[in-house]
């Protein structure tokens, strides 16, 4: 049986990794050999066979060298994504520092400007009803097919049509808030002013009891301006005595849908475009260095350990060698996973909330011992 072992040296050049992601760094190139010697020696070379060639160190290397950079800037997505989303894919954010932004969440906060009128992403218009003498029921509906309009697709956000504000029936006597002036302000005409009259400062919540007594009183004992609206059938009260336009503002729920929809290929909309690429080898520290090297070696042990069982049994001069494939494979499965783990509660450890929370220990920490030293009496 002819098997290839390491010879005991390599020599690497651009073209020997599978997708040669690293081949022109020449930090890369000046450790694949170093690396490839190391995983030998540690896999037992020279006092045993080691069935890999250098090819195969250097496609476990690369392997390592990818993987430290999936799981760094896996994290930083994680932690940053808030901040990235709907950013150029254009730009390699590798060496870039990213400050927390606002952007996202406003875009989030549209939704409930758009339902309540104030900004939003989607268009209010404007629309009215020709209001008919003694005709109280309006179908909304109707109003939409004139206008080229599909009534479900219509949704009204807001009827122009109410009682004058409270604050100008502030002397109703009828409420009981004339308070006794109501005669006197009234027939100059200024009833609808402010009632800043009284010559006793009183609480903010007295003329609010006041307005809210009002409306409560309009609603009971008047016919009040109202109206209801169910299925775009708007019916308003009381019934109308004359003619006129009745006006309303709404939005078309196909624009709601349409407008929260971005579609562009140059955007980052989920994290598998962020534009994070592979790591430049060259500048990874020692710390990371030290991580790939293990990595490699585990990437290393779980291939030779399939080499190995494909030769289980190796025949010697009256009797068979039993080769260690499974032992391989277990142990360079755990490291592997051992390592991830490692790295993930590295990254975990540096996130901001934990330096955050380190900082303002140290903090407390300082100004407990700053405590205890003795503080001088000066004496004039």
């Known amino acids: 049986m002819n ?10 050049s651009a073209g020997s990794t599978p997708f040669g992601f690293y081949d022109t760094d020449t930090d ?23 069935e ?32 990235l989303e709907g950013m150029s894919t254009g730009s390699n954010l590798n060496h870039t520092l990213i400050s927390p932004n606002m952007g ?8 409930y400007g758009t339902e309540i009128g104030v900004g ?35 949704e009204v956000k807001r009827v122009f049509y109410k009682s004058p504000p409270a604050i100008t029936k502030y002397f109703d006597p009828y409420a009981g ?35 809210q007594a009002i409306e409560l009183n309009d609603t009971i004992r008047k016919s009040n301006y109202s109206f209801e609206l169910i299925n775009n059938q708007l019916r308003v009260f009381p019934i109308p005595n004359q003619t006129g336009s009745l006006y309303f503002e709404y939005i078309l729920k196909s624009e709601r849908i349409a407008n929260s929809l971005v579609t562009s290929p140059s ?43 494909k030769y289980s049994n190796v025949p010697i001069p009256g009797d068979d060698v039993q080769l260690n494939q499974s032992d391989l494979i277990s142990s360079a499965t755990a490291e592997k996973e051992r390592l991830v783990t490692k790295l993930k509660e590295y990254l975990e450890s540096i996130s901001s909330d934990k330096l955050l929370e380190k ?15 003795p503080n001088l009496i000066y004496i004039g």
């Open 3 to 12: 098997v290839a072992i390491w010879p005991g040296s390599s020599s690497f």
């Open 28 to 50: 890369f190139q000046s450790d694949a050999d170093k690396v490839a010697k190391f995983c030998a020696q540690r896999l037992g070379y020279p006092i045993t066979n080691v």
């Open 52 to 83: 890999l060639q250098d090819i195969n160190f250097y496609t476990a290397f690369e392997e390592a060298l990818t993987t430290y950079g999936n799981e760094v800037y896996s994290y930083k997505v994680l932690q940053d994504y808030l901040s």
């Open 104 to 111: 996202t969440i406003i875009r989030l906060s549209d939704q």
């Open 120 to 154: 939003g992403n989607t268009t209010w218009h404007t629309g009215s009803v020709a209001l008919t003498s003694s005709v109280q029921n309006y179908d909304l509906n109707a109003w939409a097919t004139e206008n080229s309009l599909t009534g479900s697709d219509v």
């Open 177 to 211: 808030t004339g308070t006794g002036t109501m005669n006197m302000l009234d027939s100059f005409g200024w009833g609808n002013y402010s009632p800043g009259v009284n010559f006793l400062m009183m609480p903010l919540n007295f003329d609010v009891l006041k307005l």
């Open 267 to 309: 955007i980052v909309t989920n994290i598998s475009n962020v534009p994070y690429t592979n790591p430049v080898y060259a500048q990874v520290n020692s710390v990371g260095r030290s991580w790939i090297f293990e990595y490699t070696l585990a990437v290393s042990k779980e291939m030779l350990g399939y080499v190995r069982g």
């Open 359 to 373: 900082r303002a220990k140290e903090s407390e920490y300082k100004e407990k011992e700053l405590s205890s030293v």
